[in-house]
């Protein structure tokens, strides 16, 4: 039976000795004796400084690319990753990677069959924060790349090299990080596109340091030839976009595609002319806030709306009132239009969420956090069966729960993973004493806090806070709903969705007038539309609802 690993924290023990796992690691599987050890350094040519943070290692059999890049819980052919937390390592310095050190998918170095691999170790760097909280955290500050460890600009790394591994003979295996991963180039101003960076003031607060919001403005056609125009907004909710390319298409591009379709259409006679805003909003947990406010990751929802966004709108000519705003997204995109339409009411006027993250967590994927007890079996007094994470389209499963939490464990603990759990974890849960998130379930058994879960469904449950404050939100949000998924998403997304239609359907009074769609056998993360149809229907809506006065013919030309 395979067992989801905590990770203990590796303490110096005096300057030159070796950085090693403390013991037995809690949860870790008994795997045969070695005395096999990977033993990885930083050169002095780095620097003078401590170092904090994560260090990985990729184990990989073939050679087909860097190992860094062969590890991700939903490939068949993932290869093997152990993982360490080091504190103040300094140069020359070893952290050890021996068999008490959980990995994924294999439980210990000790489990690796005698042969010849391609190594590499990264590591994943960690800044300290002293919060407005007066909690003090190490996590992982963004770096421009949208939360990637194997990306991050500034990580530290060995170019891959291949060993011979035999657990059974035992040796010491020496790395040294002696590489490091570059700047990444800044994307440039285009005519259509504009890049906007401006200093939080709400989020610095809470950090304890400078941070930033950024955004990705796409300008409407004629935009330059109308300076008397005032234009609604659109934002494009979703994961870290670092650039938004094809405004205008490469030459010889198809006209298929993000850019070419939606911009042939976007040129075009007739189309609404609007702002679109990408948002950019990567932080020391993910490489997106999930643009609420959170005891861990910060108020982001109100630096967006408060701060970016009125900026945004001064800028570029925005009308700058509720009624002509509005949002779409799939995936964490679709959770965040959703959401954003709810804890701001009146700031929006419709939201099209495709595909959302658990929008009703009695199927949070497909646990019910709030009756089960265990979030990686089903519950039963004679089995275990394991609950799936991923599957295709005619069902076939690409990774359990447990595996995918182990996998998180290895690239950090502490809800520092910067991966899909561990950000639900860091936006939804309470502070923990320790200054992070408190686990929704304890990591290594996957037993459920059914006090966490509480808090969950009464500041992040979707579903629940609508229905619970429907006398007061009903009115504000009727005719703002549109949720559509696939009845076979990848990720059993459609499973909270048919809860809440349910309510939006069936119970809401007043009426929601709701729109919930489904596409028949479709995957993670289907809508039935092209983007230009977000903006064509958020026009009818800004004609159907505007105020008495408004304006609606400067930007429609």
Known sequence: MVRRFTIALLVALSAGLALHAAGPQPGARQSAATRLRFAISVPAARGVAPRDGRIILVVSNNNAQEPRFENDVYNPKTQPSFGIDVDGLKPGQEAVIDASVPGYPLASIADLPAGDYWVQAVFHQYETFHRADGHTVKLPMDRGEGQHWNRAPGNLLNKPVKVHVDPRAGGVIRLSLDQEIPPLPQPQDTKYVKYVRIKSDRLTKFWGRPMYLGGIVVLPEGFDEHPDARYPL??????????????????????????????????????????MLLIQHANPYYDDSYAVNSENVGPYGDAINEELIPYIEQRFRGIGQGWARGLFGGSTGGWEALASQIFYPDTYNGTWASCPDSIDFRQYEVIDLYKEANAFYIDSDWKKTPHPDGRNYLGHIQATLEEDGRWEQVLGRKTRSGEQWAIWEAVYSPVGKDGYPKPIWEPTTGVIDHEVAAYWREHYDLRYILERDWATLGPKVRGKIHVYVGDMDTWYLNNAVYLMEAFLKKAANPPADAVVEYGDRAEHCWSGHDQAYWFRSFEKRILETAPKGADLTSWRY
Not at 249 to 258: D, E, I, K, L
């Open 234 to 275: 659109m934002i494009n909710h979703g994961h870290f976009p670092r650039e938004f390319r094809g405004f205008p298409p490469a030459a010889g591009a198809t006209a298929g595609g993000r850019g070419g379709q939606l911009f042939a259409e976007w040129t075009g006679p007739g189309f609404p002319r609007m702002i």
